[in-house]
């Protein structure tokens, strides 16, 4: 298994207030993705990185910020969550972009109430 | 716009049974495609990726899929269902180089009766 892990797994916030979710690899892969899954959408691309302090916008990024200082820390923030924040996050890597399959953590399940 | 389309949210099959998941895409270059399988509360497993050359790919687990450019169409296939193939299962593209983020289908849930 690809070395990534997602911090926390499980967590239950209320409306307004900041979460930051966390994800780590040991793989020193370039390419690092935060997606969100929910019943009926799939998974949606909120923000990706290309390298150390290189981030783009996905398909989903507002509400959503993101930060990576280190090649194996990719940091998701949801500055103010909202009740449709409500989701499972996962954190995935590759080593190309485009021709080479991505790697995924094993989720983190986020509740705003 | 690149999509995935899967066919079907939920597919129902017996244990021995062939198992048929249907992905077509959209494209006006060659894409590369992938099927991903997620197991409850667990995150997303590669089963087969097709990128370029032979165009039936094998994958992990007994399944196979085919790339049809002439149908758009990328279908997961299993001769005999087993009871542990059970999952969710995700079609997904990408058109490769820089812009090539992986773009997923709604996914199609497998049941497998005994």
């Known amino acids: 298994d690809a070395g990534i892990t997602q911090s926390p797994r499980h967590k239950v916030t209320e409306t307004g207030t900041p979460v930051t979710l966390r994800c780590h690899q040991t793989?020193?892969?370039?390419?690092m993705y935060w997606y969100r899954q929910d019943p009926g959408h799939g998974l949606r691309l909120i923000h990706y990185s290309y390298g150390v302090k290189d981030t783009d916008k996905g398909e989903v990024s507002d509400g959503y910020s993101v930060s990576r200082s280190k090649t194996e820390d990719f940091l998701l923030t949801l500055e103010s969550a909202t009740s449709s924040q409500t989701s499972v996050y996962f954190c995935a890597i590759s080593g190309f972009q485009g021709r080479d399959e991505q790697f995924f953590g094993p989720g983190t399940r986020l509740t705003v109430l | 716009a690149q999509s995935v389309t899967q066919l079907g949210s939920h597919v129902s099959v017996s244990e021995g049974a062939l198992v048929l998941l249907r992905c077509n895409y959209s494209?006006?270059?060659?894409?590369?495609l992938f099927w991903y399988v997620q197991y409850p509360n667990q995150g997303l497993q590669l089963l087969l990726k097709?990128?370029?050359?032979?165009?039936l790919v094998k994958g992990i687990n007994g399944f196979e899929a085919e790339f049809k450019k002439s149908e758009t169409s990328f279908h997961l296939t299993k001769p005999s269902a087993h009871m542990s193939d059970a999952a969710e299962y995700f079609c997904a593209t990408n058109y490769g180089g820089s812009q090539g983020n992986l773009i997923f289908g709604k996914g199609t849930k497998l049941s497998v009766k005994p």
């Open positions: 793989e020193n892969h370039r390419y």
């Open positions: 097709y990128t370029t050359g032979a165009t």
């Open positions: 494209s006006s270059v060659p894409p590369y």
